[in-house]
Each structure stands twice: as structure tokens, then as C-alpha cells.
């Protein structure tokens, strides 16, 4: 997305970015594991008190007590793009516990699913989204996203305590609110006074560390830096994040260049703007220009103004050789990124019918401060919406040389009600038919939001695969995702921690949400 209109709109929109918790990746040594389930014991169901259709379905008994027996259906291995068809799946205690042709003794207790040869994937992941940006979100999102078979969300920063995200993470974990696997990686931190309220705020190197030990002490499952932090302090923060054990991941600083942050080893960056940026021979005159402006202590229009317009200088500059040996050095480093491309679609005017089903699916007060005459877009002239659409080509063009560069990417939206027309759950199946557009294979997509998420993550119980000891977060296609994403807009079943939703349990969920958003 134009840079620059990504950069303003974070600024004048409540949520957008906030923290992220990646996880971590595994060239970073010695790093605990990370296990999302693990977090403090839930307190009761203060979200079901106020909530909606998330409570509806989910009941005080913990995931899947009783056994289910899926049968008759084509196992997707999504690594190696083959299907395996005829296999049944037991799953016991929210695991698989066994595939294959024949299971011999699957239980007396065990529930029967005939898929009558349908397609079984791996659950999808969200890498990048926002679900506390209001009070009742949560009610909304773990619904869209499972109804959409997102059965993994990572949040990347909220209005919320962290107390209180932990307290949803455990209920979900332990089955009293139905909604996909949480993992809490907002913690984020800027310079003050701070892109967006209650964010961590370092300006030296002292509070950068203070400010990890903090973070580490809350139990965040990563640090997310963010776009105003000077170098010094930005250093300091990852040295100080890998020395907890914890990835970093977010914004590559303003006035920081991609080389540097390869170099501090940051492990996960968010958005995508800042690859075509570095593939710009005026990349570090750029990054000069923003330095001396601070320095000089210039005010916050000026600064955007600045980052603005390097959305043509990045089109005037943008250089192949360059952008080659950059995407080299990214892919050798192993960062992954987040490139959330759909937000574009924002300032295109792609966006859906005000009585489109999956805008009825949200509450009237968001959608209404949705549609409120946007003065960005008011604004847009034609030298404007030409220059979007050109930062976007040339973004799309960027993104598939980093793809076939090596670089890992992990599928993410930047859904959040504070995010106009990103939707949760709808938007990563859009995100993913971008990838798709863009010119990678349905396999190449799904790959980013099932198999590189999950080891990214670190994951102990779910790699991307369907084989004993995995989680069974999975979902059921009536066609094969290897050769179209399209049936995963409508999935016939989804699995979440051994739960199956049937397709009438996924119907339910759809007009809860059509009547909460009367
Ligand atoms: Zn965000």
C-alpha cells in the first residue's frame, strides 16, 4: 500500500497497529518455546456476560471430550502440495490421534463424520490482526474467523489489558469461549508520546531494556517495535528482546533502514512498505531527510509529510539489481514478514456493498463509523489515486520477488473493527486470492497461513501438517484448496482444538452475527 497513506491513516485511525506478538523463529537460539495455551487460568466468563454469538456455542465443558472419527476424506498436505484421498482421522482429547486407511479400533464413544470426499487442511492463521480494539470485538472476531476457518489469530496490539487479553486466550484454550487459537503479541513500543495510547514508550537505550523486562515480566509472547523509535533505542530493544528469549517483530523504524534491522536480526516485520522502500537507490537519503527533520524537532504534519512523499520517490528509484540483492540478504536472514496487502484495497475502493452479507455481520455502530465520509478518500484527487495504484503495482511486483526470493511470509490482514472494510476471518481469504492474483499457486497461498505460521510460531503441537500429535485445528472443503481457494469460502466443517463445527453449527454462528448486526 502507498506508504504514505498507510502511514497517515495509522496515525488518525484508533487500533491499527498495535502490538505484535510474533513468536519465534527458530534461528534465534535458545529461546523457550512458546506456548499460547500455557497462560494464566481463566477467570470466569466475563466476555460471555457481555458477548454475544462467541458465547452461544461455547459451553463449560472443555474441548472435545468425547472422540471424533472423520472418514472418507482427502488429506491435504499443504508442504508437499499432494492430496491423500480415502483416510479417515481420529481425533481424541482436541489431537489427532491417528490417520489412515483402516482405524482399527477407533473407541465406542467416538462421534462419526463421513466426508463423503471432501478435503481436510490444516486450520488457517491470521498473523497480523487487532480483536480488543473495543470492548465487545472479541464477540464478533471469534466467530468471523472461525465461520471463515481461521482457527489461529495473532494479535498485534489492543486496547485492553493484557490481564484481560489473557484471561480470553485462557478461556479459549480451555474451551468456555469458542474462538480460535489466541496469541498475544501486541506489546508494542514507540518513542513518546506514543503513535497510540498505552503504548510502551523508550527514547534511550536504558528504557529500552526496562521496557523488555517489562514486557517479559507480562507474559507478551514477543516484542513489536514501532515506527518513531530512533536507532540507538531501536538496538538496544532488540538486543535486549533476544536476550529474554523473545522475538522481535513490527515496524521497521521510520528512520531506520531495512539493512539495520536484518542486521539487529529482527525476526518478523509487519506490513509491507518498507521492502520496495529499500529496494529504492534513495533509500538511506530518505531515511537522512526523516532524521534531520526530527532533529531539528519539526512538527508532526512535517514529519508525515515527509514519509508521504516517499511513496514517488520510492517509484522513481526503485531499482531491480538493488531489490534482488536486498530480498537475498532478507531471505538469508530469515525474517518473516507480514505484508498485509489488502489494506490496499482501502484507498482503491475495493471495498464491499453497505448490505453485503459480511458487512451486516458487524455491529451497526462500527459499520456506520466505517462509512463515515472519509476525509483521506474526500481528498483523493486523480494525480493522487494514480499514484496509489502505482505504489500498489509496484508493491504487488515486489512482493512476488520477495516470494520467489526465498523470504518467508506469514498471511496477515490488519483486520480490526478500527481498521475500516478489513474484516476478520473474510479478509485473510481475501489476502490469500491476492496472493493467488499476484501470481503464487493456491499451495504457495495456503502455505503462508498454515505451515510457515505455525513454525514460525514455534509451535509445540502444530506445523502445517495432519499427522498424530498435531492439534486438530482443521477445516473441510468440498473441492480441492490445490487447485482453487475458492471452497474455502465455504467450508463445510471446521475443527477447532478437536470441536467440530458441522456446517449447520457454521450457519448458526452466520446469523447470530446477521442479527447482532441488525
Ligand atoms: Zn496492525
Known sequence: ????????????????????????????????????????????????????????????????????????VGIVDVEAGTVSAGQSVLIRDGMIAEVGAVIAAPGEDVTRYDADGQYLIPGLWDSHVHIFSSPTEPDSALPLYLMNGVTGIRDMGAMWPIADQQSLQSQIAAGDVLGPRLILSGAWVDA????????????????????????????????????????????????????????????????????????????????????????????AQMLDDLRGAVSEGADRAHIFAIMAARNRI????????????????????????????????????????????????????????????????????????????????????TFLMAYRAGVPILASTDASFANPYLFHGFSLLDELDLYVAIGLTPREALYTATVAPSRFFGLADQDGAIAPGRRADLVLLDANPLESLAPLRRPQAVIVAGRLLDRAALDKMESDLLMNGE
Open 314 to 397: 520510492v517509484l522513481e528509484t526503485w531499482d531491480e539489481a538493488l531489490c534482488h540483492d536486498v530480498l537475498a540478504r532478507m531471505a538469508a536472514s530469515g525474517m518473516h514478514v507480514s505484508p498485509t496487502l489488502v489494506v490496499a484495497d482501502f484507498y482503491i475502493g475495493a471495498r464491499p456493498a453497505p448490505d453485503a452479507p459480511r458487512m451486516r455481520m458487524i455491529p451497526a455502530d462500527v459499520r456506520e463509523a466505517w462509512t463515515r465520509p472519509d476525509f483521506r478518500l474526500d481528498a483523493m484527487t486523480d494525480e493522487v489515486r494514480e499514484l496509489a495504484n502505482e505504489t500498489i503495482a509496484l508493491s504487488r511486483r
Open 192 to 283: 513518546a508520546p506514543g503513535s497510540w495510547p498505552g503504548m510502551f514508550l523508550a527514547d534511550t537505550p536504558d528504557q529500552a531494556r526496562a521496557v523488555v523486562a517489562r514486557i517479559a515480566a507480562e507474559g507478551w509472547a514477543a516484542v513489536k517495535t514501532y515506527s518513531m523509535l530512533d536507532e540507538p533505542t531501536y538496538l538496544a530493544l532488540a538486543e535486549a528482546a533476544h536476550a529474554q528469549g523473545l522475538p522481535l517483530v513490527g515496524h521497521i523504524p521510520e528512520r531506520v533502514a531495512l539493512g539495520t534491522a536484518i542486521d539487529a536480526r529482527q525476526d518478523g516485520m509487519e506490513h509491507f512498505g518498507r521492502i520496495p522502500m529499500a529496494c529504492s537507490t534513495a533509500e
Open 1 to 72: 500500500m502507498p506508504f504514505s497513506l498507510i502511514a497517515s491513516r495509522k496515525i488518525t485511525r484508533s487500533t491499527e497497529d498495535q502490538p505484535d506478538i510474533a513468536t519465534r523463529p527458530k534461528r534465534i537460539a535458545g529461546r523457550a518455546r512458546f506456548d499460547p495455551d500455557s497462560r494464566r487460568t481463566s477467570n470466569a466468563s466475563l466476555l460471555c456476560m457481555l458477548a454475544l454469538p462467541a458465547c452461544l456455542i461455547g459451553g463449560s465443558s472443555a474441548h472435545a471430550e468425547t472422540s471424533l472419527l472423520i472418514t472418507d
